[in-house]
């Protein structure tokens, strides 16, 4: 059945089962293997580890809030390909989610206590921003996929160099993110100005830092 066919409520239950498999580890059937699987894995100290595990934590916090944004925005989007594009990237983000979650158990670690408060506050904007109107919604997405890259340009960056499995996912990830940012402007989605982007940045190191630990 159509999405369109379903009430506000039911839609509304179908999204919150989204996020509890969200915040699962994503939904069972994944489309694409990690590509840290064909990776082999090296030694890594207690210390290299613990840094892998908190930047990684980060990155997965980061996909759950992803999930939220375009659920969020898939439930209000107005014109029905802009929907589709929220849940065609929403499903690349499973994957993302996926791999970020797989790696966390090979470094021996967890995922962020806060998920829940991420997912929560992500969806409403994303479904706020889808009722102002597409473009916005686009532009949202355009935003803070931009806003992703750094992040994950940043973690290779910071990365232990012999944590080759971590590094091949962020690469990945930043591959696709940036694809999602130029499809979102493509779309029609407004740049959003410059005060704008900086008030997103602060928001986003706030997430970074409290992920990283909690
Ligand atoms: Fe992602
Ligand atoms: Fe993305």
Redesign the pocket.
């Known amino acids: 059945m159509h999405s369109s066919n379903f009430s506000l409520l039911d839609q509304l239950v179908i999204k919150a089962d989204n996020a509890l498999k969200a915040m699962a580890g994503g939904r069972t059937e994944h489309r694409r293997p990690s590509p840290a699987d064909i990776q082999p894995e090296n030694d890594l100290s207690q210390q290299e580890k613990r840094r892998s595990a908190g930047l990684m934590r980060v990155n997965h916090t980061g996909e759950v809030c ?1 999930q939220g944004l375009y659920e969020g925005q898939a439930l209000t989007a107005k014109l029905p390909e802009v929907r589709d594009q929220m849940r065609e ?1 929403a499903s ?2 499973e994957d ?1 989610l996926h791999w970020c979650q797989k790696r966390l158990g090979e470094l021996e670690s967890r995922t962020s206590y806060l998920n829940p408060l991420w997912y929560s506050a992500s969806f409403a904007i994303g479904a706020t921003a889808g009722l102002i109107s597409d473009r916005i919604s686009l532009g949202f ?1 355009a935003a ?2 931009d806003q ?1 890259c750094k992040h994950l340009e940043a973690h290779l960056s910071q990365l232990p160099d012999t944590d080759s499995k971590s590094r091949i996912i962020v690469e990945q ?1 930043l591959e ?2 940036a694809r ?2 130029h499809l979102a402007i493509e779309a029609g989605g407004v740049r959003f100005p410059a005060p704008v982007k900086a008030a997103m940045t602060l928001t986003s190191k706030a997430m970074t830092v409290a992920s990283y630990y909690l």
């Open positions: 992803a990237a690349e983000e993302h997405v803070t996929e992703v990830m696709d993110e999602h940012a």
